[in-house]
Structures are given as structure tokens and as C-alpha cells.
């Protein structure tokens, strides 16, 4: 049988908590719409999770979709099985990086970084040319990588090459015909936003994987392979520090989750204008928050004679 979809598991996951939480046995489940924002993922991947979940003896059939048990452990898949190769290598080297295991120009190699992250070398190889394109990391003439750079110098050109392309994303839309395709994805991102504006505040602990899926699906409008390179690091860099800052964390994702209402509002109603102008404003905010958690962590990381310290 072929593996699922990581969206997919993920999906599995987050309704079987669903159901084990507020269902009884023979209740209806929601409706696709509302499983969708439960699962922060597409009709779609519903679609192939309520499948895996009638295939398990879960719920009756794809259309009553009654609850016929409530979940066990052994049907949840595991959460390391959730993570792509790619993703877990992220986390390792960005928990290294956070750490200072690995300050600017410490060397490392593929075969210890297999190790930590728990994928093959090919996977790592693969994954270290491909963003070594961003210039944080570079190959080692004498084998194996250095870091080149990580501090807030990086994070700020960064946040300014970041700005152009998200701004003429933003430009891109305002370019499109109302029938567009991207304007149905953009009131499905819309939806889901206003939905998780709803939950509880603990509920928004699952704002930074939205935040990811909304700045990713506007830098894919501009089909642009910097374009995309960069997002690359966008991703590893700007939205890491959400898993690894903890301070203030339910607060800080309501406002940036009320900044993107405040792009998305006026971009589902044709106003490009009014969208940019939320758009700057919200990146000058995700680019305060990286710097401040930089200069937290680095001040951390330091002794009052000036050296470095391990943890």
C-alpha cells in the first residue's frame, strides 16, 4: 500500500482528536468545510483522510460518516512519521543554530547531520545543495559544510528581499481576471483564518503552519525561481523561530493572525492597495519579532566576560 500524504496523516490525526473529544459513538461528523478547518488542510485531504478512516472501521461509509468507535493509540500515526525528510533536517540544523552548536563558520557533515535528523545521507545531500543556494551555508573545500551566517545582519536583508516579493505578489493578484483560481484559494486561506480567529487562544498554537501555507501559496503566484529558492529560506528562518521562541507565544500568533485578516479582507475584494498596505506592515512586524529573538537568544548565549556559552 502506498504511503500516505504527510497532509494527509496530519489530517488522520487532528480528527481523531476531534472525534475523541467532543464525539459520541454513532454521531455524525462535521461537515467537509468545518473538517477542514479542524484539519488546516483542503477538502482534498479530508476527502483521503474520511477514505483512510472508513477503511479503519472509524466511521460508516464516505457519506453517513457516523463515528462507529471512539480512536485508539494504534490509530494515530506516529508524530515523527509526520515529518518529511526535508523537514526534519530544518529543524535540526535550526535547533543547532538556536543552540549555538553551530555559530557562524562551524563546520559540520552530512554524516553527523544524517544522524541527528535520522534520514539517509542521500536525503541530507540533496537537501544541503539545495539550500546552500541561500548563502547560510556553503561546502567545505576540505569536505564537509560551514555555516556562513545566521545572526540579525542575515535575518535583515533577508526581511527586505522578503518585502519585494511578497509586495509584488500582492501586485500580481490585483493583475488577475475576478474568475482567477487564486482568488477561490484566497477566500479558502480567508475562511480558515477567520475560523482559527474563533477557536479558544490555546487553539492558535496551529497559527504558524497556516502562516507557512499563506506566505508560500503567494510567493508560488509569481512562478518565479528566486522567488521560490528564497521562500525556502523564509520558511526554515522566519517561521522556525515560532516552534523555538516560546515567550509570548499565544499572544503573538492572534496579532499576526489579525495582520493576515487585514491582507486577506481586501485582497479577496479586489483592493490591492489596501492589501500592500497591510502586507508592509505585517512583515515590518514578523521582521521585529525575528530580531528580537535573535538578540534574546544571543544575549543568552552570553557571558559577561564575552565568550560563549555551552549549553
Not at 556562513?148 to 527586505?160: I, N, P, R, V
Not at 481576471?177 to 484559494?185: G, L, V, Y
Request: overall charge neutral; glycine content about 6%.
Amino acid at each position: 500500500m502506498a504511503k500516505l500524504p504527510i497532509t494527509t496523516r496530519r489530517s488522520i490525526n487532528l480528527l481523531l482528536d476531534h472525534a475523541a473529544n467532543h464525539l459520541a459513538v454513532g454521531d455524525p461528523l462535521p461537515t467537509e468545510m468545518r473538517m477542514a478547518e479542524i484539519a488546516a488542510s483542503s477538502r482534498t485531504a479530508v476527502r483521503s483522510a474520511l477514505a483512510h478512516l472508513a477503511g479503519h472501521g472509524l466511521i460508516e461509509g464516505m457519506k453517513q460518516r457516523h463515528l462507529l468507535r471512539k480512536p485508539r493509540p494504534e490509530d494515530y500515526f506516529d508524530v515523527a512519521e509526520l515529518h518529511s525528510a526535508t523537514e526534519q533536517l530544518q529543524q535540526v540544523l535550526m535547533e543547532r543554530i538556536y543552540e549555538r552548536d553551530l555559530p557562524p563558520g562551524a563546520e559540520f557533515t552530512e554524516v553527523e547531520l544524517s544522524r541527528a535528523a535520522g534520514v539517509s545521507t542521500i536525503a541530507v545531500r540533496e537537501f544541503l545543495i539545495g539550500f546552500s543556494r541561500n548563502g547560510m551555508i556553503e561546502k567545505n573545500p576540505r569536505g564537509g559544510w560551514r555555516l556562513c551566517a545566521f545572526d540579525t545582519k542575515y535575518a535583515e536583508e533577508l526581511g527586505e528581499v522578503r518585502e519585494m516579493f511578497e509586495l509584488r505578489a500582492i501586485e500580481r493578484i490585483g493583475e488577475m481576471a475576478p474568475d482567477d483560481p487564486a482568488f477561490a484559494r484566497l477566500r479558502e486561506l480567508l475562511a480558515r483564518h477567520e475560523a482559527l480567529g474563533r477557536e479558544p487562544a490555546e487553539s492558535h498554537a496551529e497559527f504558524p503552519a497556516l502562516d507557512r501555507e499563506f506566505h508560500t501559496f503567494l510567493i508560488g503566484l509569481l512562478d518565479n525561481r528566486f522567488a521560490k529558492n528564497l521562500n525556502d529560506v523564509v520558511a526554515m528562518v522566519y517561521h522556525y523561530h515560532y516552534q523555538w521562541d516560546k515567550r509570548d507565544e499565544i499572544p503573538r500568533n492572534q496579532y499576526a493572525l489579525q495582520e493576515h485578516l487585514a491582507i486577506l479582507r481586501p485582497l479577496v475584494d479586489g483592493d490591492a492597495a489596501a492589501a500592500q498596505t497591510a502586507m508592509r506592515a505585517h512583515l515590518r512586524s514578523a521582521r521585529s519579532t525575528m530580531l528580537s529573538a535573535l538578540r534574546k537568544r544571543d544575549a543568552g548565549h552570553a557571558r559577561p566576560d564575552g565568550a560563549s556559552r555551552t549549553t
